[in-house]
C-alpha cells in the first residue's frame, strides 16, 4: 500500500479543559473520498482544522503528504484545497477576482491565475457570474465558488467542512456532481457532514465520530451490515404514546429503539416484524419498512440521532 | 527541529508574501479609490484655517531656534497627523471587518500565507494609504510656499515610520476588539492624541505636563517632521526615531502573534 496521504495517530485537539478531539487514528489514501461523520460538536470541525495546517494539534502525530504541518504548514498548505463551513468569499471582490486574487495567495503567476479562473468559473457553472459581487449569489453559486476557489491551486487534496449544509436538495445534487468529477479526477476528498445520504454518496470509507472519538469506520454499506440490520420498521402511534408501546414491542427483531417521534424495530424481514406488530394487537398510526441507512447505524452506535 | 528553536522561530511566523495581501487591497480600492482620498482632506482643512485664521494672530514660534511663522509651524504637525490617520483609518476599522466579519485572514490562512504575511501584509498597505496622504500634504504645503528647502522631502520617510507606527499599534489593538462598539475607543484616543502632540503649540507650554505629550508617538513624529521641513537636525532626532522604530517592532511582533492566537486555534 501506498503512503498515506494523512496519517493521524492519537490525534487529540483540547482547547483549555474541553477535549475536542481525543486521541483519533486515521488514515486516507491517496484517491480516497473519506468521510468524518457525526453531530455537531463530535469534533469533525476540529480534526478538519488541524488537517489544513491552521490549527496545531494538542497531542498525537499528524502527518500530511509524509510532512508535519508543525513544522512545513505553508508547504502543506500549497497543497491543499480547503472549503470551510462557513464560506469565506471576499465580499469586496467580483466572483472572477475572488478566484485570480486566491490564487496570487499561492504565488501562481497572473496569467496562470487568469488561466484557471476562466476553467474553474466553468467548472463551477459561473461563467456568466464572472463580473457578479459575491453577495448577489445564491447559497449554492456561493458554495460552488468556495469550491472552486479550493481549486485554484490544484490541491491533490480537497477538504470540504459540511459543503452542502444549508442548501437546497437541487443545490446539493449539482455539487456532489462536482464533486464526484474531482473524485474521478484523482483528487482525494475528505469531507464532513451530518447528512447521512451524502456521505452514502461520495464515501468510500469513512469514520463516525461522537464525542471526539471514533466509534466505528468502514465503507458505508459495510457498516450498515455490521452494526444495523438489513431493514428497519418504522412505527408512529399517538402522540406521546411511543413509550408505552415500547413495551409490548419488546423481543421484536433483534432491537427496539424509541425515538421521541416513533419507534424502529430493527429486523433482518421488515414485514414479518410488521405482521407480529398487528399480532400482538398493536394499531400504529402509520408503519413503514424500509432499508437501513447510515442514520441507524448512528443511532445504534451513540444512542442519539445525528440531529441531536 | 528541537521544540525550543521552534519556539523562537515558530515556521509560520517567517515573513513570506506579505505582499499578496497588498495585491487584494489593490484590487478592492481600484473602484473605491474617493474613499482613500477623501482621509487627505482633513488635516488640509485644518491647514487651510489655521492659516487664513489663526496665523495672522499667533506670530511666529521657535523651531531649534529658528524663529517660524505659525502656519509654517503648524503645517508639518499635520502632515505627520495625516500620516498617522491614514495608518489608523485602514489598520483599525478595515481591520476589524475583515478579521471578523469579512473573514478575508481566515481565508488567507488557509494558503502558503501565514499571520505574520497577513499582519505585515495589513500593516503595510495602512503605511501605503499613510504615505499616500503625506506625499499629497507635502505637496499642497510646497504649493503654499510652507516648505523650507529640499529637507523636506526627508519628510516623506519621517512620515512612512509614523505610518509604520501607527498602523502596527492600531493593528495589533484592534485584535483585540470585541466588536464595532470598540471603535468608539479609538476616535477617542485619536483626538486628544491629535491636539496635544504638540502638533499647535510648542511642548514647551504644556509646563510640568510635557512627559505625558512625549509618550504620544505623534509628538516625536511631528518633531521628526519639522525638523526636517527647516532642515533643523539635532542629536535629540534620534531619540525620537528610536522611539517609533521601538514602538513599531514591538507592535508588529503582537499583531502577528495576535493573528496567531485568535486564527490559528
Not at chain 1, 503528504?65 to 497543497?79: N, Q, S
Not at chain 1, 467548472?123 to 459575491?134: G, I
Not at chain 2, 510648542?202 to 512627559?211: D, M, T, V
Not at chain 2, 525638523?227 to 531619540?239: D, R
Request: glycine letters at 8%; hydrophobic letters at 45%.
Amino acid at each position: 500500500m501506498s503512503e498515506p496521504l494523512i496519517r493521524a495517530h492519537h490525534l487529540v485537539k483540547k482547547f483549555g479543559d474541553f477535549t475536542a478531539v481525543d486521541g483519533i487514528d486515521v488514515e486516507v489514501q491517496p484517491g480516497e473520498a473519506f468521510g468524518f461523520l457525526g453531530p455537531n460538536g463530535a469534533g469533525k470541525s476540529s480534526t478538519m482544522r488541524m488537517i489544513s495546517c491552521v490549527s496545531k494539534p494538542t497531542d498525537g502525530t499528524l502527518r500530511i503528504f509524509g510532512l508535519d504541518p508543525v513544522t512545513d504548514g505553508p508547504k502543506i498548505r500549497a497543497r491543499i484545497g480547503v472549503v470551510p463551513q462557513l464560506d469565506t468569499l471576499d465580499t469586496e471582490l467580483s466572483v472572477q477576482e475572488n478566484l485570480w486574487i486566491y490564487g496570487r495567495f499561492f504565488d501562481l503567476s497572473r496569467a496562470e491565475c487568469r488561466r484557471r479562473t476562466t476553467e474553474l468559473l466553468d467548472f463551477a457553472q459561473l461563467t456568466e457570474r464572472a463580473e457578479s459581487v459575491v453577495d448577489d449569489l445564491s447559497g449554492g453559486m456561493k458554495r460552488r465558488l468556495s469550491i472552486a476557489r479550493s481549486l485554484i491551486n490544484e490541491p491533490s487534496l480537497l477538504l470540504l467542512d459540511e459543503p452542502t449544509t444549508g442548501l437546497d436538495p437541487q443545490a446539493r445534487h449539482v455539487l456532489w456532481d462536482r464533486l464526484y468529477r474531482l473524485k474521478q479526477q484523482g483528487v482525494t476528498l475528505v469531507l464532513t457532514t451530518h447528512y447521512m445520504d451524502e456521505a452514502e454518496q461520495l464515501c468510500d470509507r469513512l469514520v463516525v465520530m461522537d464525542q471526539g472519538r471514533i466509534v466505528a469506520e468502514g465503507s458505508p454499506r459495510s457498516l450498515i451490515e455490521q452494526y444495523a440490520t438489513r431493514e428497519v420498521l418504522e412505527l408512529r402511534f399517538a402522540a406521546g404514546t411511543n413509550d408505552q408501546f415500547a413495551d409490548q414491542l419488546h423481543g421484536l427483531g433483534s432491537r427496539q429503539e424509541a425515538l421521541p417521534d416513533r419507534v424502529l424495530v430493527y429486523a433482518d424481514d421488515g414485514e414479518a416484524a410488521l405482521q407480529e406488530v398487528h399480532q400482538r394487537g398493536m394499531r400504529p398510526e402509520s408503519a413503514l419498512v424500509r432499508r437501513a441507512s447510515l442514520e441507524d447505524v448512528f443511532l445504534l452506535l451513540t444512542g442519539r440521532t445525528l440531529a441531536d | 527541529m528541537s521544540a525550543g528553536v521552534l519556539r523562537i522561530f515558530p515556521p509560520e511566523m517567517v515573513v513570506r508574501r506579505p505582499h499578496r495581501m497588498i495585491e487584494r487591497h489593490i484590487a478592492v480600492y481600484r473602484r473605491q479609490w474617493l474613499i482613500v482620498v477623501s482621509g487627505f482632506f482633513e488635516p488640509l482643512f485644518y491647514l487651510l484655517s489655521m492659516r487664513a485664521g489663526l496665523g495672522s494672530l499667533v506670530g511666529a514660534v521657535s523651531v531649534g531656534g529658528k524663529q517660524v511663522p505659525y502656519d509654517a509651524f503648524v503645517a508639518p504637525a499635520l502632515m505627520a497627523a495625516s500620516a498617522m490617520n491614514g495608518a489608523i483609518f485602514d489598520s483599525t476599522g478595515n481591520v476589524l471587518h475583515r478579521l471578523k466579519y469579512a473573514r478575508i485572514y481566515d481565508a488567507a490562512l488557509a494558503t502558503p500565507m501565514g499571520p505574520a504575511d497577513v499582519a505585515m501584509g495589513e500593516i503595510g498597505w495602512a503605511l501605503i494609504r499613510g504615505q499616500i496622504y503625506a506625499i499629497g500634504f507635502l505637496v499642497v504645503m510646497a504649493a503654499l510656499g510652507l516648505t523650507n528647502s529640499w529637507w523636506c522631502l526627508m519628510a516623506l520617510p519621517i512620515c512612512a515610520l509614523i505610518g509604520l507606527c501607527f498602523a502596527s499599534i492600531g493593528f495589533a489593538g484592534t485584535t483585540f476588539m470585541r466588536g464595532w462598539s470598540d471603535m468608539d475607543i479609538v476616535n477617542t484616543l485619536m483626538m486628544p492624541l491629535f491636539l496635544f502632540s504638540a502638533t499647535f503649540f510648542p511642548i514647551a507650554a504644556y509646563g510640568s505636563w510635557a512627559w505625558v505629550v512625549q509618550i504620544s508617538p505623534l509628538y516625536h513624529g511631528v518633531a521628526l517632521v519639522r525638523a526636517a521641513n527647516e532642515g533643523v537636525w539635532s542629536a535629540g532626532l534620534l531619540g525620537h526615531t528610536l522611539f517609533l522604530v521601538v514602538l513599531s517592532v514591538a507592535a508588529l511582533v503582537l499583531a502577528a502573534r495576535r493573528v496567531d492566537t485568535l486564527l490559528r486555534k
